[in-house]
């Protein structure tokens, strides 16, 4: 098994050896997701993404981090241009498991603003009051609000798991930064999960904002292993095809591509 100093070491291993122990750990070390979020990877990174092949992860457009959750104990950069999503992972990382136990529920017919707590941990809140939401809502959903899956939503199952599993990401690094503007040069495995060139537009910080030939080039200048995600019909990679996934709308499916180098 992997063992890492809180600042994160490099390992000496070789790549047979780090795959191996990555095996190991995608089966007994995986984190749940601290928040939903729009194309979030989580639930797919076992299927559709191989497995990483050095000791730091570096996650350039972080959103949820669903890949670095499988492979929490490593070293963890996350990159995030949206100060809302960076300012939940800056809060994630330092909050303490006893005020995130003491963090109130929302009313059904109520506000996050109500609330007298840190704006970072409203916008935390705000991004359980509906599933799969590029930024942090405001007033619970109709699903939250029916009460038919309450471990779903905001409340004592969610804010349980999460004070859990706080020690595991105390080590991980967080900066408000652009793709281009990362603090790591090394070889490292680069999971690259952008906005979508056709269909990104949903962020604050979405694909208009994007310039996709400028990424490229950053993207096969990196060291190390990389993993680009997209979506089919996109050009700016040579991508292949994945699997058609599940995506927030119901019964609506996309077709996953990826370029690994």
């Known amino acids: 098994m992997l063992c890492l100093t809180a600042q994160g070491r490099k390992y000496a291993m070789d790549r047979g050896e780090m795959a191996q122990d990555a095996r190991a750990e995608s089966q007994t070390d995986v984190l749940r997701p601290f928040f939903g979020y729009y194309g979030g990877k989580w639930r797919d990174t076992p299927k559709n993404y191989p497995l990483p092949l050095h000791g730091t992860i570096i996650e350039p457009f972080a959103g949820s981090a669903g890949y670095s959750l499988r492979y929490p104990e490593r070293r963890i950069i996350l990159c995030e241009l949206d100060p809302i999503v960076c300012g939940?992972?800056?809060?994630?990382?330092?909050?303490?498991?006893?005020?995130?136990?003491?963090?109130?529920?929302?009313?059904?017919?109520?506000?996050?603003?109500?609330?007298?707590?840190?704006?970072?941990?409203?916008?935390?809140?705000?991004?359980?009051?509906?599933?799969?939401?590029?930024s942090p809502r405001v007033t619970p959903s109709k699903w939250m609000r029916s009460g038919v899956r309450p471990g779903s939503f905001w409340g004592?199952?969610?804010?349980?798991?999460?004070?859990?599993?706080?020690?595991?990401?105390?080590?991980?690094?967080?900066?408000?930064?652009?793709?281009?503007?990362?603090?790591?040069a090394g070889e490292a495995t680069w999971f690259i999960d952008p906005p979508y060139s056709a269909s990104g537009d949903h962020y604050r910080f979405g694909s208009r904002r994007l310039d996709y030939e400028a990424l490229r080039d950053w993207c096969k200048a990196r060291k190390g292993q990389v993993i680009v995600c997209e979506k089919e019909g996109a050009d700016w990679l040579p991508f292949s095809p994945v699997r058609n996934v599940k995506t927030t709308r119901r019964g609506h499916r996309t077709l996953e591509v990826v370029w690994l180098r």
């Open 156 to 184: 004592p199952r969610v804010r349980t798991l999460i004070a859990q599993q706080l020690p595991r990401i105390r080590h991980w690094e967080i900066h408000n930064l652009a793709y281009s503007d990362c603090p790591f």
């Open 88 to 134: 939940i992972w800056t809060y994630l990382t330092s909050v303490s498991e006893s005020e995130m136990l003491q963090l109130p529920d929302v009313d059904p017919d109520g506000s996050v603003r109500d609330l007298q707590i840190p704006e970072e941990a409203r916008w935390l809140i705000g991004m359980w009051l509906n599933r799969g939401v590029s």
